[in-house]
């Protein structure tokens, strides 16, 4: 019986995967809403190691950050020849 009514149900449409919001090896930075939210990170420039299910993980000096993609609008790119 289950099966049956599983199987009348209509099919799910597959939810489309957002596009990540920023590239590997692309340089961010944090803004001052970021720093509110994480101010133990690193103020300087980092790189972008992978953007994938949902999050962006950045790689700075001294440490990693995982940003999710709800609060992409806390890191920005950084500005072209920026020093880290």
């Known amino acids: 019986m289950a099966r049956a009514i599983r199987e009348a149900q209509?099919?799910?449409?597959?939810?489309?995967?957002?596009?990540?919001p920023f590239a590997e090896g692309q340089t961010v930075q944090l803004t001052e809403v970021g720093r509110k939210h994480w101010p133990w990170a690193p103020t300087s420039a980092g790189e972008v190691c992978w953007c994938r299910g949902g999050w962006t993980r950045v790689e700075?000096?001294?440490?990693?950050l995982s940003i999710p993609d709800a609060f992409v609008e806390l890191a920005e790119a950084a500005v072209e020849g920026a020093s880290a």
């Open 10 to 20: 209509p099919p799910r449409e597959a939810t489309p995967e957002q596009p990540a």
């Open 60 to 64: 700075f000096d001294t440490c990693y």
